[in-house]
DNA sequence: TACACTGATGTGAACGTACACATTCGAGTT
DNA sequence: AACTCGAATGTGTACGTTCACATCAGTGTA
C-alpha cells in the first residue's frame, strides 16, 4: 500500500518539547493551559517547538494526571430518532472544536437500573460532563437522585431540577400547531400524545391543552402513542370511525405519518375529511401523500446550546443565556379548512 | 436534592481491590486481563474484593500505561442516513460489551484533507481501531495511501484494499429488488443510483447491472442522484414524461420516496403506471401511500460484525469469517405487474 | 541594607495501570 | 538430597501529564 516513506516513531512528549524550547516540561505544561505568568518570547519558544515537533497532548495522561478530563458523555434512549440524531451530530461538532471529544452510550430501554448503570459508567469512564437525551421524567428523578458528581445537560424542555436544561419552546410549538388548526377553523382538533413519561411529550401535550384553552375550545383526550409511525398506523384506522374531531396533532411527525396511512386504509380523507398536523419536520415529511404539515425544530442548535451550557458549568462559569429557541410552522397539505358538510 | 446518605469518596484503585483481597495489585491486575497462572481460589477472592468495592479500571490509566487503547473511532459522513445511524447504535453497544468505547466524528464533507484530519486525529486520540462508515471509493484511497498505523473496518461493500470490510450483499440484494421486478413481469426498469463516488451506490448499481443481463433484458442509462428525497421529487417529475420505462429501482428508499411524489404531482400513479421499489426499508417505507417496496439490510447486524472484525484485527487474530448479510426483499403495494395497456 | 512580595521558572511527587523482572513454592527428576 | 522447572505471586519502574511546592531573580518599601 502506497509506501508511506517516513516511518512515524512513537509520538513526541511533553518533554521532547521542553527540551527543544529550551525550558523545563513544567513551562512546556504552563503553556498548555494558558497559565498567565509565562513570559511571551518563552511562550513563543515553547510554541514554535510544539508546531516542529507535532506535539499533541496525549489526552490519556493529561485525564489520568488531572482530575479534569475531556470527555463528554452523551446519554440517550431514543435511539435512532431524527431530532436526537440531529442534536447528536451538532454536539459532537462543536464539542471537538472545543477540544472535547464524545462517548457516547445508547440505552436500549430507559429503566432506572440502566439509567443508574450509564451514569456510573460515564463517571468511571472520567466523562468531564453528561448531555442527556432521554428526555424521560423518570431519567430525571433517577439522575436527580443519584448523586451526580458530574455536570449534566439535558436537551427538551420540562423538569427543572439541578440540572441544566436546554430547551426548545415545545409549547410554544405545539401551540403554533393548534393556532394554525384554529385558524383553518377547526374546533374539534384531537391530540396524539407521546408516551406519558416523555417530557417532550407532557409538554407538547400541554401546548396543546393550553392553545386549546386560549381558543375558547374545548378538549378531547389526548391518545397515548409511542412516538412510532406503526402506533400512529394502528390509531388511524381505529379512529377512522369517531367523528367528533376534524383535525388531529400528533406529538411528532412519524406518527402522524402513520395516522394518514390509517386514515387511508379505513378510506378517510386527508385534509378533506380530516387535517393532521405533526411536529419534527422529518426529511420525508415533505413528500407524504399529502405532503404533512408539522412545526419544525431547530435540533442541531439545540444541541449546541446544550454543549456551551455543559461547557459552562464544567468551567464553573456563569450559565450563557439564551432566548427560547422558537419553532417554526411548516404548512404543507395535510391541513386545510375542515369540510362544511361534515 | 433527594440525599444520598454516603458521600461518594473517589473511586477504588486497583490497590484498594489488592489490600481487600490480601494479594498483591499485581495480581488484581493478572486477574484482570485474564491472565493464564492465577490459582481459582485467588482468582475469586480479587473477584468478590473487585464486587464489594464496585471497582471498576481506570480506563485513561489503563491506556497510558498499555499503548494498547480502548476506544474505538467511528468515522463516518454520512450524517443522518437511517442505516448509519442504525449500524453506529450497534457498534457503540457491542464495543461497549467488549470493553470499548466509541469516539464519534463526523466530517460535514468527505474532502481528503479532511478525512486525512480526521484519521490524525484519531490516531493522537490514541484510538484502537477505527471503523469508517463513509462509503466513498475517495475515502478508501485517501486513506490507503495515509499509512495509517491503527486498524481500520469499513463497512459496506466494493474496494477490497488492505482495510478489513464488511460487507451485506448489496448486489444481491439490488438483484432481488430487480428480480422482483421481472418476475412482475416488467422488462423496461430504469436505475436510480447513488452519487458517483459512494461504493454503495455501485455495487447496487451494479446489481442493477447484472439482473438485468441475467434476465436477458436491455438496460437504460442509469440517473445519478444525491440520495436524498429531494432529488427523487425533481426527478420524478422529469422522468414523469417518459414512456421507455414500467418500473423503477431506486438504490434508496428516500429516493424512491421522493420519486412517488414527484410522480404524483405529474399524475402518473405508482403502481399502476409506473412501479417503484427502493433499498432500505426506512422506518416510514411501510406508511407511504403506496407502501414502498424495498430491500431490506441488517444494519445493526452490519455494524456488530464490523466491530467483530476490528477486534480481530486489533487483537492480532484471525479474521471471523461470516457469510455475505442476505438483504431480504419486501413487498409491498409499490410494486405490481405492468398495465397491458401501456 | 534588609525585608517582604510578586513574576517566572524549575523540581519532586502523584495519578492508576501494565510490563519486565524478581521471588517463592512445590513437584518431579536425577 | 540436590537440582531443574514451571506455576503462582510480588516488587520495581515506566507511561505522560498535572499539581504542590521550591527556587530564584527583580522590585518596591522601610
Given at each position: 500500500?502506497?509506501g508511506d516513506g517516513?516511518a512515524r516513531a512513537k509520538?513526541?512528549s511533553?518533554?521532547d518539547v521542553a527540551r527543544?524550547?529550551?525550558v523545563s516540561?513544567?513551562?512546556?505544561?504552563?503553556?498548555?493551559?494558558?497559565h498567565?505568568?509565562?513570559?511571551?518570547?518563552?511562550?513563543?519558544?515553547?510554541?514554535a517547538?510544539?508546531?516542529?515537533l507535532?506535539?499533541?497532548?496525549?489526552?490519556a495522561?493529561?485525564a489520568?494526571?488531572s482530575?479534569?478530563?475531556n470527555v463528554?458523555?452523551?446519554?440517550?434512549a431514543?435511539?435512532?430518532?431524527?431530532g436526537?440524531t440531529?442534536?447528536?451530530v451538532?454536539?459532537e461538532q462543536?464539542?471537538?472544536?472545543?477540544?472535547?471529544?464524545?462517548?457516547t452510550?445508547?440505552?436500549p430501554d430507559?429503566s432506572?437500573?440502566?439509567?443508574?448503570e450509564?451514569?456510573?459508567q460515564?463517571?468511571?469512564?472520567q466523562?468531564a460532563?453528561i448531555?442527556?437525551l432521554a428526555p424521560?421524567v423518570?431519567v430525571?428523578?433517577?439522575?436527580?437522585g443519584l448523586?451526580v458528581r458530574?455536570?449534566?445537560?439535558?436537551?427538551?424542555t420540562?423538569?427543572?431540577g439541578t440540572a441544566e436544561?436546554?430547551?426548545?419552546?415545545?409549547?410554544?410549538?405545539?401551540?403554533?400547531a393548534?393556532?394554525h388548526?384554529?385558524?383553518l377553523?377547526h374546533q374539534d382538533?384531537?391530540?396524539?400524545?407521546?408516551?406519558?413519561?416523555?417530557?417532550?411529550?407532557?409538554?407538547?401535550?400541554h401546548g396543546?391543552?393550553d392553545?386549546?384553552f386560549?381558543?375558547?375550545?374545548s378538549?378531547?383526550?389526548p391518545?397515548?402513542?409511542d412516538?412510532t409511525a406503526?402506533?400512529?398506523?394502528?390509531a388511524?384506522?381505529?379512529?377512522?370511525?369517531?367523528?367528533d374531531?376534524?383535525?388531529?396533532f400528533a406529538?411528532?411527525?412519524?406518527?402522524?405519518?402513520g395516522?394518514?396511512?390509517g386514515?387511508r386504509d379505513a378510506?378517510?380523507?386527508?385534509?378533506?375529511?380530516i387535517?393532521?398536523i405533526g411536529f419534527d419536520?422529518?426529511?420525508v415529511?415533505?413528500?407524504?401523500?399529502?405532503t404533512l404539515s408539522?412545526?419544525?425544530?431547530?435540533?442541531?442548535?439545540?444541541g449546541?446550546?446544550a454543549?456551551?451550557?455543559?461547557?459552562?458549568?464544567?468551567q464553573q462559569?456563569p450559565?450563557?443565556?439564551?432566548?427560547l429557541l422558537s419553532?417554526?410552522?411548516?404548512v404543507?397539505?395535510s391541513t386545510?379548512?375542515?369540510a362544511t358538510?361534515?
Amino acid at each position: 500500500m502506497s509506501g508511506d516513506g517516513e516511518a512515524r516513531a512513537k509520538p513526541a512528549s511533553i518533554r521532547d518539547v521542553a527540551r527543544l524550547a529550551s525550558v523545563s516540561y513544567q513551562t512546556v505544561s504552563r503553556v498548555l493551559n494558558d497559565h498567565p505568568s509565562i513570559r511571551d518570547d518563552t511562550r513563543q519558544r515553547v510554541l514554535a517547538a510544539i508546531q516542529t515537533l507535532d506535539y499533541r497532548p496525549n489526552q490519556a495522561a493529561r485525564a489520568l494526571a488531572s482530575s479534569r478530563p475531556n470527555v463528554l458523555g452523551i446519554l440517550s434512549a431514543t435511539v435512532g430518532e431524527y431530532g436526537t440524531t440531529s442534536s447528536i451530530v451538532a454536539i459532537e461538532q462543536v464539542a471537538r472544536e472545543r477540544g472535547f471529544s464524545i462517548s457516547t452510550l445508547n440505552l436500549p430501554d430507559a429503566s432506572p437500573e440502566a439509567i443508574g448503570e450509564a451514569v456510573r459508567q460515564f463517571e468511571h469512564e472520567q466523562v468531564a460532563g453528561i448531555i442527556v437525551l432521554a428526555p424521560q421524567v423518570r431519567v430525571f428523578n433517577v439522575i436527580g437522585g443519584l448523586g451526580v458528581r458530574v455536570p449534566v445537560a439535558t436537551l427538551h424542555t420540562g423538569a427543572g431540577g439541578t440540572a441544566e436544561t436546554i430547551a426548545s419552546d415545545q409549547r410554544l410549538g405545539a401551540g403554533l400547531a393548534v393556532q394554525h388548526l384554529v385558524t383553518l377553523g377547526h374546533q374539534d382538533i384531537l391530540h396524539i400524545a407521546g408516551p406519558q413519561d416523555w417530557i417532550e411529550a407532557e409538554s407538547r401535550m400541554h401546548g396543546y391543552l393550553d392553545a386549546m384553552f386560549e381558543a375558547d375550545l374545548s378538549t378531547l383526550p389526548p391518545i397515548r402513542g409511542d412516538w412510532t409511525a406503526d402506533f400512529g398506523h394502528f390509531a388511524g384506522r381505529e379512529l377512522a370511525g369517531r367523528r367528533d374531531f376534524t383535525a388531529i396533532f400528533a406529538a411528532n411527525d412519524l406518527m402522524a405519518i402513520g395516522l394518514m396511512h390509517g386514515f387511508r386504509d379505513a378510506g378517510v380523507r386527508v385534509p378533506e375529511d380530516i387535517c393532521v398536523i405533526g411536529f419534527d419536520d422529518i426529511p420525508v415529511a415533505a413528500h407524504m401523500w399529502p405532503t404533512l404539515s408539522t412545526v419544525r425544530v431547530d435540533f442541531a442548535e439545540l444541541g449546541r446550546r446544550a454543549v456551551a451550557h455543559l461547557l459552562a458549568a464544567i468551567q464553573q462559569q456563569p450559565a450563557p443565556q439564551f432566548d427560547l429557541l422558537s419553532p417554526e410552522l411548516i404548512v404543507r397539505q395535510s391541513t386545510s379548512a375542515p369540510a362544511t358538510r361534515r
